[in-house]
């Protein structure tokens, strides 16, 4: 089983891969850096798993994994988190892994975990209440309704990025899955149908194009 491990840095994916050593059969072919586009060399790499360790912002985890899921359509993506908020877990379910594993496992457990997850041995689905609460707009996760809302007040991608503290390619990234959702292929087309369903009741921290970012704090 070739594993292959996305992490914010060395030390992180080092200890990851001393999990892994409990793993019979089990061959770690390489850490990648996550804070940067790593698809090239993950599809070079042909992983049977993709270990995806918690990245610095939830925006640029749910962007790697998406990247890797088009990179390695075949391999299991496995997210490695803190977190098992219900949201979150959805959030990255959409964004493409087939399970998660919680880091607070005993010492030597997440290598058995994701053993077990390749074998089809273990199975989760998320909360309905949970799902429910991120996908009444079409299945948008409330980052890609509250990014939608925003452009069509008319803000540019470079706008949106600097108000919600992210990069223009996580906003672009989220824009891409509106427009997928939606069935449209562009920023004014996404704004025409969020009009006519009813999408665009501003978020609490909404701008307009014409309001610098002072006049918005």
Not at 28 to 36: A, D, P, T
Not at 192 to 209: D, E, G, I, K, Y
Request: glycine share 6%; proline share 2%.
């Amino acid at each position: 089983m070739r594993i292959l491990i996305v992490a914010d840095n060395a030390v992180a994916a080092n200890g990851i891969k001393l999990e892994m050593r409990h793993v019979t059969g089990c061959h770690v072919v390489g850490y990648l850096n996550g804070r940067r586009s790593c698809a090239l060399i993950a599809a070079q790499e042909k992983p049977d798993v993709v270990l995806v360790d918690d990245l610095r912002t939830s925006e640029l985890t749910l962007e790697r994994i998406a990247e890797l899921r088009r990179a390695v359509p075949e391999a299991k993506i496995v997210l490695l988190t803190l977190s098992t908020h219900a949201v979150w877990l959805a959030d990255a379910a959409n964004a493409g892994i087939d399970a998660a594993v919680a880091k607070i496992a005993r010492p030597g457990g997440v290598g058995t975990l994701v053993r077990e997850i390749v074998r089809g041995n273990v199975f989760h689905t998320f909360a309905n209440g949970a799902t429910e609460s991120i996908t009444k707009h079409h299945e948008l996760t409330a980052r890609e309704l509250e990014i939608l809302q925003l452009a069509s007040s008319g803000n540019s991608n470079r706008r949106i990025a600097e108000r919600l503290w992210v990069t223009e390619q996580t906003v672009k990234f989220h824009l891409s899955n509106v427009y997928r959702k939606l069935g449209v292929s562009n920023r004014t087309e996404a704004s025409h149908v969020a009009h006519q369903r009813n999408m665009l009741a501003s978020p609490s921290h909404a701008f307009t194009a014409g309001e610098s970012l002072g006049a918005a704090a």
